[in-house]
């Protein structure tokens, strides 16, 4: 029956599904991986931010990030694990506030399918630890055509070594 209470209670499950869906997305699939720690190791070794992005599936604010402009040669690497993700040979400037990529390195990412904002994303990860990193979309430049846009927080850059 259509009544102000029910259209309060649907509102109100509407409004609290992306917060719901968040929180019980630690391992969305169930995967293993390699590295695994208990909430508490986590916590106690990522900062504040980190810990909401790569273990609670956050967001940075789009423009926070100083890896966003960093284009020097290097490497990007899961700020959990210490993985190599990205090369900075196929960063750009995708104008989105995040650091973009069109390609990660070999056997460095894995994927799965997001529905937190109600249609579906796919989602980046962490191959090695499962950290969530971002999401890839199909508005990229050649030769892949994709948009890896991953959250800086998630990231560490390392400088490759002057000559």
Known sequence: MLNRR??????LALALAPAALRRSR???AGQKFEITKTDAQWRSELTPAQYDVLRKHGTER??????DKTYA???????GCGLPLFSSETKYDSRTGWPS???PLDN???SSTDYELIYPRTEIHCRRCGGHLGH?????PPPTGKRYCMNGIALTFIPKPAP
Not at 6 to 11: D, I, R
């Open 6 to 11: 029910n259209l309060t209670l649907a509102g």
């Open 26 to 28: 630690a391992n969305p």
């Open 62 to 67: 789009p423009g926070s990030s100083p890896l």
């Open 73 to 79: 040669p290097g490497e990007y690497r899961c700020a």
């Open 101 to 103: 990529f069109y390609a």
């Open 108 to 110: 460095a990412v894995g």
């Open 136 to 140: 890839v979309f199909d508005d990229g």
